[in-house]
């Protein structure tokens, strides 16, 4: 099959171009949008560069799309052979290196695990120190369930005491959403049901203060369901036996 070594190397530039607009120009043409007005975490350069890099990987989908041109195509073999040699080389090195990166760009923080557990004079472990702990792990879990591309605009028309009139300000992101959640989502998404989201966090944050409690509800109907099943499979044996008497 013939090679282009001209071409591969122009379509790698491509390709990361390609993906840099795609990231840092989107990303940067919705700040100007006032996309992040108002949220607390925003993404950083480092965030994007990881999205970045990641994005560089091509695979299978590419190659399949590229296996479909007819072979009438002229210089349809470098054409292939160019975009196997992009889908091998991506898929290796970047992926390879993906896990390095991000490790470099987001350390782990350092934990003591020696402070979780505070011993007092008399001999008896204090546990405040470890449910801060707890509660610290608990927001981090958390958070990514409320990304703020879904933050509702609860301030706006509440009376909440941080409610400002910058908040109550709209914005181009938040017409976005507002298209995304009347029309798109109802649109593209099978069955769509527009509070379901919010009775996941609901059932998340229920399930975080109560989930012993649940635990052992559920506990309870379990095993009452499986006795109630046992005493009907009995009371069945029992009447086939009868008659069959």
């Given amino acids: 099959m013939d090679w282009s ?44 560069l990881f999205i970045w890099y990641a994005g560089l990987i091509r695979g299978a989908i590419a190659f399949g799309l590229v296996l479909r041109i ?12 160019t975009c196997l040699t992009l889908v091998v080389f991506t898929t290796i090195f970047f992926g390879s290196t993906v896990g390095v990166l991000g490790k470099c760009l987001f350390p782990e923080p350092e934990s003591d695990d020696t402070a979780a557990v505070e011993v007092t004079g008399d001999g008896e472990g204090s546990m405040s120190s470890f449910n801060e702990n707890e509660s610290s792990l608990s927001s981090q ?26 908040s109550k300000k709209r914005t181009c992101g938040d017409y976005v959403r507002r298209f995304d959640e009347l029309i798109m989502r109802p ?48 009371h069945h044996g029992g009447f086939s036996e009868k008659k069959d008497e």
């Fill in 5 to 48: 070594y001209e071409l591969i190397i122009v379509e790698m530039c491509v390709v990361l171009v390609g993906r840099f607009l795609a990231t840092f120009g989107l990303i940067g043409l919705l700040k100007l949008c006032k996309y992040e007005n108002g949220n607390a975490k925003r993404i950083t350069c480092k965030e994007l």
């Fill in 70 to 81: 007819d072979y009438d195509v002229p210089n349809r073999d470098v054409i292939v052979t």
């Fill in 141 to 166: 879990v958390r958070q990514p369930l409320m990304h703020y591309n879904e933050k509702k605009e609860l301030e706006a028309g509440s009376d909440h005491p941080t409610a400002t009139k910058e």
């Fill in 187 to 234: 649109l593209l998404i099978h069955k769509y049901e527009a509070n379901k989201e919010e009775r996941v966090r609901d059932f998340y944050d229920l399930y975080q203060a109560e989930g012993n409690a649940v635990r052992k509800l559920y506990e309870t109907a379990k095993t009452k369901k499986a006795e109630e099943s046992e005493r009907g499979s009995a």
